[in-house]
């Protein structure tokens, strides 16, 4: 039978006053030492846990291949109407300009080729998902997902130019001073400066990533 409290007696010991059976100390030992968390356990509660707490995500990246030069038209008004659009959602943008850096056209052929596209301008990632061209873009800024795309991108005032390059995202070598050429005296010769780009120009330090 069971007393007041729960705990079983012996039998003939029918009062609830009586004191119940206790277990030996040996055993109830081992008993809450059970309820102990090894150390292993506790670790992975622990990273479990952490796993579980909010992250600080960082901002998605916004980046837009370009051209400033005005050869062909069309595709400047695109790269000139694609920018337009960007700036209204005062977000960041990493604009990559193909005509002052052939890395930048050879990066964005090698993206387009892998998706089985021509080389066309312009070209928008967001979150390193490629978005598309002028006409894909505009068409995600009328039907209003774009704003839903560029949610989590870094903000930016649209009138802001950097005072180091003026807004043109490239300044001169300071290693060559833009003659792409650098003397090394150990060799006593003339090299190839390894710093900037086939333009002796590199990306401005101060608005760019």
Sequence with gaps: MEDCSGVAVGVGGGSCGKKPFQLARSLTYHHHQGHRPAAASTARWRRHQIADEPRAQRPQAVVLYTTSLRGVRR?????SAVRAILRGF???VDERDVSMDAAFRRELQALLAVRCR??????LLIGGRLVGGADEVRHLHETGQLRRL???AAGQDPAFVCDACGGVRFVPCTG?????KVFVEEEDRVVRCGECN?????RCANCCS
């Design 118 to 123: 021509a080389f066309s301008l312009p070209q």
């Design 75 to 79: 595709t400047f008004t695109d790269c």
């Design 150 to 152: 560029l949610e989590g």
């Design 90 to 92: 005062r977000v960041a």
């Design 176 to 180: 060559c001073g833009g003659s792409r």
């Design 198 to 202: 086939e333009n002796g120009l590199v």
